[in-house]
């Protein structure tokens, strides 16, 4: 199926040169010029990957993206402005799957979507692989993780993670008390070939620590290690 991408911005030279540019490569592209139509727009018809633009009018993609994540994971990706390096952790911080500072190339902006549905598509396992989703969860304690499913849950309670949340903390589930670098995780979130900075996983990770603490205020099972990178570890290790 033809993937459904949101593109929403209040430069139109952004939303004509991009769709094309998207279209070309065989995506549906449905374009918004502010935040507060894209909404109504997103409610009404559900897309597979919406692209923000952080400064809009009526409704910025701050703003945009918290009301999304009241009832939906779809994945997001930023276009912030170059000189506003405070935008792209804030982003991050709110749930986002990536950011692209503007100016930006159209060639990567296709491959970060291209990078993300491929996730989104693993994720979403085939029919034969859901009904074996009992034999492929990861149980760690108190933590459950459905790859098949993409669902996690800690003590029973469910959390809703992102594509890119859920792939870092399967990653580091996978193999309790080994401790993954940066680079480990940034090749196991988006892929070897992706430029992705530090920081963006650092932000992931703190993501990911407050959506256990809003459950679970003594969660401390994602260690960083200084220098080092991060590591899962077990109850009572």
């Not at 992102?162 to 008390?177: A, H, K, Y």
């Given at each position: 199926?033809?993937?459904?991408?949101?593109?929403?911005?209040?430069?139109?030279?952004?939303?004509t040169s991009?769709?094309?540019?998207?279209?070309?490569?065989?995506?549906?592209?449905?374009?918004?010029?502010?935040?507060?139509?894209?909404?109504?727009?997103?409610?009404?018809?559900?897309?597979?990957?919406?692209?923000?633009?952080?400064?809009?009018?009526?409704?910025?993609?701050?703003?945009?993206?918290?009301?999304?994540?009241?009832?939906?994971?779809?994945?997001?990706?930023?276009?912030?402005?170059?000189?506003?390096?405070?935008?792209?952790?804030?982003?991050?911080?709110?749930?986002?799957?990536?950011?692209?500072?503007?100016?930006?190339?159209?060639?990567?902006?296709?491959?970060?979507?291209?990078?993300?549905?491929?996730?989104?598509?693993?994720?979403?396992?085939?029919?034969?692989?859901?009904?074996?989703?009992?034999?492929?969860?990861?149980?760690?304690?108190?933590?459950?993780?459905?790859?098949?499913?993409?669902e996690c849950?800690?003590?029973?309670?469910?959390?809703?993670?992102?594509?890119?949340?859920?792939?870092?903390?399967?990653?580091?589930?996978?193999?309790?008390?080994?401790?993954?670098?940066?680079?480990?995780?940034?090749?196991?979130?988006?892929?070897?070939?992706?430029?992705?900075?530090?920081?963006?996983?650092?932000?992931?990770?703190?993501?990911?620590?407050?959506?256990?603490?809003?459950?679970?205020?003594?969660?401390?099972?994602?260690?960083?290690?200084?220098?080092?990178?991060?590591?899962?570890?077990?109850?009572?290790?």
């Open positions: 199926m033809t993937a459904q991408i949101a593109l929403v911005d209040d430069d139109r030279n952004i939303l991009v769709s094309m540019a998207l279209e070309a490569e065989g995506f549906a592209v449905t374009t918004y010029n502010d935040g507060d139509e894209a909404l109504r727009g997103l409610m009404a018809k559900p897309a597979d990957l919406a692209v923000l633009d952080v400064k809009m009018p009526k409704l910025d993609g701050f703003e945009l993206l918290q009301r999304l994540r009241k009832v939906s994971t779809i994945p997001v990706i930023f276009l912030t402005s170059k000189d506003h390096e405070e935008d792209e952790m804030t982003g991050l911080q709110l749930g986002a799957d990536d950011y692209i500072k503007k100016p930006f190339s159209q060639k990567l902006l296709i491959e970060r979507i291209k990078a993300i549905l491929r996730r989104e598509q693993v994720l979403r396992a085939s029919p034969r692989l859901a009904e074996a989703s009992t034999d492929q969860a990861i149980e760690r304690g108190a933590l459950r993780l459905d790859e098949s499913r993409h849950t800690w003590h029973g309670k469910p959390l809703s993670l992102t594509v890119t949340e859920f792939m870092l903390l399967f990653t580091l589930v996978s193999q309790p008390g080994l401790v993954r670098t940066r680079e480990q995780l940034m090749a196991a979130a988006y892929g070897e070939h992706e430029e992705v900075d530090d920081r963006t996983v650092d932000s992931h990770i703190k993501r990911l620590r407050k959506k256990f603490r809003e459950i679970d205020p003594d969660f401390d099972q994602i260690e960083t290690l200084y220098g080092a990178g991060y590591r899962y570890r077990m109850a009572g290790t």
